[in-house]
């Protein structure tokens, strides 16, 4: 049902492909295809809080910090 699709949303770049803009590309692809497919989703996005780089990916695509969770994993829950 397009009006209710909700999904999460990650994507992981090895380190020798760091800094040459593979993370925003395959992070703004992806979300892009998302909303082609399902206009009114509601995606949802984890990044580890100690990775700044994946956080301003993730913020300069529009998502925006929801929460921190303390547990487990220690990630930066986003929402779009």
């Given at each position: 049902d397009n009006d209710?699709?909700?999904?999460?949303?990650?994507?992981?770049?090895?380190?020798?492909y760091w800094n040459n803009g593979?993370?925003?590309?395959?992070a703004n692809a992806l979300l892009n295809y998302i909303f082609?497919?399902?206009?009114?989703?509601?995606?949802?996005?984890?990044a580890v809080v100690n990775n700044p780089a994946s956080i301003k990916?993730?913020?300069k695509i529009g998502f925006s910090q929801t929460c921190i969770e303390e547990?487990?994993?220690?990630?930066?829950g986003m929402e779009l």
């Amino acid at each position: 049902d397009n009006d209710n699709f909700r999904c999460g949303f990650f994507y992981q770049i090895i380190r020798e492909y760091w800094n040459n803009g593979y993370g925003f590309e395959t992070a703004n692809a992806l979300l892009n295809y998302i909303f082609e497919k399902h206009p009114h989703a509601v995606v949802i996005a984890d990044a580890v809080v100690n990775n700044p780089a994946s956080i301003k990916i993730l913020t300069k695509i529009g998502f925006s910090q929801t929460c921190i969770e303390e547990k487990g994993f220690k990630n930066n829950g986003m929402e779009l």
